[in-house]
C-alpha cells in the first residue's frame, strides 16, 4: 500500500519561511493536497492539486511537488499558522493521508 | 454555504454497533462523492470510506472492509456510515467530507465522537 512520510514536527521563527515535506514514491505522478488543523477543529484544506491555494488562504501558503517530496512552504509565518498540516493523495481506490507535521512558531 | 453537521456518535460498547448521518445543505448534494474520515484522540486524519454521487460505487478503508458500509439518501441530502463490530481502536472522531475532483476534501463536517469502551 501507498505510504506518505511527514516529519513529526517543523519549526520556524516568526516572520521566517516554514518547508512542510511529504514524502512518496513518485509522488510527483500524484496529485498532493494539504490540510491545516488547529486543535479542536476540523481539517481545512489549505493547497489543493499541488499548489491550488483556496481563496479563504493568502498567497504565504504555497505547494509544490517534484520527484519524491511534495511541499508545503508557508512565507512570513504568523502565530495563528501554529497547526497540525497532513498531505493526501488518491491511490489507485483507497484515499492516503501522511502521518501529519506539527508546525511550531517561535 | 456548504454546511455538513454530523450525529450518532456516542459511547457504544465492543462489539455494538452506530448508524452516523451527516446533512448536507448549502450545494447539490447529488452532484458529489462524499466520503467519511476519522481521526483517533491525539492521532493523524484517516480514511474510512467514499462513494460515488449515485451510490453505485463505494471504497472502504482496508481495516474497516465488512464492518463498515457507507450509504447515502440523495433525496434527504444525507450521507450515512454504519459501523458494526465496533472495537476499542474505532474510538475516534468521524468527520463527514464532499468529495472534489482529484480526490480531496474540499468541506468537513464538525465531526461526530465514537467511544467504544466497556
Known amino acids: 500500500s501507498y505510504e506518505l512520510t511527514q516529519p513529526l514536527s517543523v519549526s520556524v521563527a516568526l516572520g521566517q519561511t516554514a518547508i512542510i515535506p511529504c514524502e512518496g514514491d513518485?509522488?510527483?505522478?500524484?496529485?498532493v493536497h494539504w490540510y491545516q488543523q488547529k486543535p479542536g477543529q476540523a481539517p481545512v484544506l489549505v493547497i489543493y492539486?499541488?499548489?491550488i491555494r483556496p481563496s479563504a488562504f493568502p498567497e504565504r501558503f504555497s505547494g509544490s511537488n517534484s520527484g519524491n517530496t511534495a511541499t508545503l512552504t508557508i512565507s512570513r509565518a504568523q502565530a495563528g499558522d501554529e497547526a497540525d498540516y497532513y498531505c493526501?493523495?488518491?491511490?489507485?481506490?483507497?484515499?492516503?493521508f501522511g502521518g501529519g507535521t506539527k508546525l511550531t512558531v517561535l | 454555504e456548504v454546511q455538513l453537521v454530523e450525529s450518532g456518535g456516542g459511547l457504544v460498547q465492543p462489539g455494538g454497533s452506530l448508524r452516523l448521518s451527516c446533512a448536507a445543505t448549502g450545494f447539490t448534494f447529488s452532484s458529489y462523492w462524499m466520503a467519511w474520515v476519522r481521526q483517533a484522540p491525539g492521532k493523524g486524519l484517516e480514511w474510512v470510506a467514499n462513494i460515488k454521487q449515485d451510490g453505485s460505487e463505494m471504497y472502504h478503508v482496508g481495516s474497516g472492509r465488512g464492518r463498515f458500509t457507507i450509504s447515502r439518501d440523495n433525496a434527504k441530502n444525507s450521507l450515512y456510515l454504519q459501523v458494526n463490530s465496533l472495537r476499542a481502536e474505532d474510538t475516534a472522531m468521524y468527520y463527514c467530507?464532499?468529495?472534489?475532483?482529484?480526490?480531496?476534501?474540499?468541506?468537513w463536517g464538525q465531526g461526530t465522537p465514537v467511544t467504544v469502551s466497556s
Open positions: 513518485y509522488i510527483r505522478s500524484k496529485n
Open positions: 467530507a464532499r468529495v472534489n475532483l482529484g480526490i480531496y476534501f474540499e468541506y
Open positions: 493526501q493523495v488518491w491511490d489507485s481506490t483507497t484515499v492516503v
Open positions: 492539486r499541488d499548489s
